[in-house]
């Protein structure tokens, strides 16, 4: 859970339907869906960006001038007030990273390639670079996902998690992705009390989001929001 004056964030859930355009639903529904969610957190949908999710390891910053959708990324990064940024998950990890001093906040898509190519180790580092963010003052959030035990993998991608990073995080035939990614946290200099995972296995803790290995067709996608406020309202993860 994460609280803030000045900075809001939140998970959709299942009870708030599909929210990606990419997965079969219907168009209109899913725009129908994105408002709904919009007037629930009280922000302006018209303002949310989000993203073309590649599993890269593609970083953008963005602002009021930037286009809504934001193509072939896996993680945008902000400090404009107003303007929420959204990653949409379905299994993989979506973080949220913030600095409450300078008040610059990231979200992240970080399935394995992501988690692979480092990717919210990257974002820090961008946010410290373009934004003189301190490691010291930056947090982390790590939503529902799956979880090792649910997350089996062929013999090749042991190998390769073996080879890169070790078999601490190698159980049977399933990888640890989420300590893969709070490890990669920790080395760059993350607090370890500035990190909060989730333990909610988004295929085997309940339905309560959308799973893509749990469901017989093409699963949904929920989200994580965040955004800068001016006013003084907050919501709660």
């Known amino acids: ?17 599909n929210i990606a355009f990419h997965v079969g639903n219907n168009k209109q529904n899913v725009i129908n869906n994105r408002r709904k969610l919009a007037l629930k957190y ?19 910053i963005v602002d009021e001038e930037s286009n809504k959708l934001q193509n072939d990324c896996d993680a945008l990064i902000t400090n404009t007030k107003d303007l929420p940024i959204m990653v949409m998950v379905a299994d993989c990890m979506p973080i949220f990273i913030y600095d409450q001093i300078k008040k610059v906040i990231a979200v992240v898509h970080s399935g394995r390639n992501g988690t692979f ?26 939503g529902a996902s799956i979880c090792q035990d649910c997350y089996e993998v062929d013999e090749s991608l042991v190998s390769i998690t073996i080879k890169n990073f070790g ?3 190698i159980k049977n035939n399933c990888i640890d992705l989420g300590q893969i990614c709070i490890d990669q946290l920790l080395k760059i200099g993350v607090d370890k009390s500035n990190i909060v995972k989730e333990n909610y296995c988004t295929k085997c803790s309940g339905n309560k989001y959308y799973s893509y290995r749990k469901s017989d067709i093409k699963a949904g996608r929920f989200a994580l929001i965040a955004l800068l406020r001016n006013s003084n309202n ?4």
Do not use: R
């Not at 859970?1 to 339907?17: G, P, Q, R």
């Open 234 to 237: 907050f919501n709660i993860m």
């Open 167 to 169: 078999k601490l995080y």
């Open 117 to 142: 190519l480092n990717i919210a180790p990257k974002t820090i580092q961008k946010m410290i670079e373009k934004f003189d963010c301190d490691i010291e003052n930056i947090k982390v959030y790590i």
């Open 1 to 17: 859970m994460i609280i803030d004056s000045d900075i809001s964030a939140f998970l959709s859930t299942k009870d708030d339907k």
């Open 42 to 60: 009280n922000y302006d949908d018209n303002n949310l960006v989000y993203m073309e999710q590649t599993h890269s390891c593609n970083i953008k």
